[in-house]
Every structure is written in structure tokens, then in C-alpha cells.
């Protein structure tokens, strides 16, 4: 069994938007990378991601960017000197809504992996939740969060 999720949301906002909020930092660190993410998501770059409620700022490598359609990522799993692998989909709606699709895979096969997994999933089901309330009402969802 591989160890891989998937979560969604719709986002009341244009694709282009709502793949803004992903791709643009200074949007990003407005609800997900609390204290800041270093550069935009352009493919081929690295990037650090850094969060006020995780010491530490996270290497985030793009692999493939599709302008208002996707975005690959790699970052390091919490378990292991290896990474995991993150796609981002989104998919224009009519009435200029988007879904959003966030996939995540590559943990091992271990008590571990599943564990960092699932808190993966919670993670990126909050991110989601924060973008929304973000992009549609400009709130920052996150702050006092966890």
C-alpha cells in the first residue's frame, strides 16, 4: 500500500487568483507560510518556506509549474533524509470558482512515514481552509491557529 492522500476545496474566486495566492509569496506567507516564504513558485527553483508554529524554514523544491493549472513540489519528508512529492491542481469552475486538488506521496512504508502522513493531510486540508477564507475575505484564518 503506498502511503498518498488527496484533499479538494472550492475556492469562490477566479483561477487565476486563487493560483496566485499559491505561486506569489507575499500572498502565501498572508495565511500558510506565516513567517515567510523566500520567492515566487517558478519551476526549477528553490524555495524556503518558514512557518511561525514550526521552527525552521523548509526547503521547498518546484519541479513543474503550468500557469493557473499546476504546481510540483518536493520537500523533505518529517520521517527521513528523503522527500515526498506534492501536486497542486486547479480547475476553473463555472461562475469563476476553482477547485482546488492537493496530493501528497512518497512516505516509506513505515510506522513512521504513516504517521508524518497524516499530519501531511491535516495540514494541507488547513491550507486549503486558510486559502479560502484568505482569497474570498482576505482574512488570515491561520494566525492563532495552532
Not at 8 to 31: M, R
Not at 91 to 116: C, F, M, Q, Y
Request: aromatic share 14%.
Amino acid at each position: 500500500m503506498d502511503l498518498k492522500f488527496q484533499v479538494h476545496a472550492k475556492i469562490a474566486k477566479p483561477v487565476a487568483e486563487v493560483f496566485d495566492a499559491v505561486y506569489n509569496p507575499k500572498k502565501l506567507s498572508g495565511y500558510f507560510t506565516t513567517n515567510g516564504a523566500s520567492g515566487p513558485l517558478d519551476e526549477g527553483k528553490t524555495v524556503t518556506w518558514d512557518f511561525a508554529d514550526f521552527p525552521g524554514a523548509f526547503p521547498v523544491h518546484v519541479r513543474k509549474v503550468e500557469y493557473n493549472r499546476l504546481i510540483e513540489l518536493e520537500w523533505q519528508a518529517g520521517d527521513g533524509d528523503y522527500n515526498t512529492q506534492v501536486r497542486m491542481e486547479f480547475e476553473p469552475l463555472d461562475g469563476n470558482a476553482t477547485l482546488v486538488r492537493i496530493s501528497e506521496s512518497g512516505w516509506r512504508k513505515t510506522p513512521e512515514g504513516l504517521k508524518n502522513s497524516y499530519g501531511n493531510c491535516m495540514g494541507w486540508s488547513q491550507m486549503l481552509l486558510c486559502m479560502k477564507v484568505f482569497v474570498e475575505q482576505g482574512t488570515n484564518l491561520r494566525a492563532f491557529l495552532y
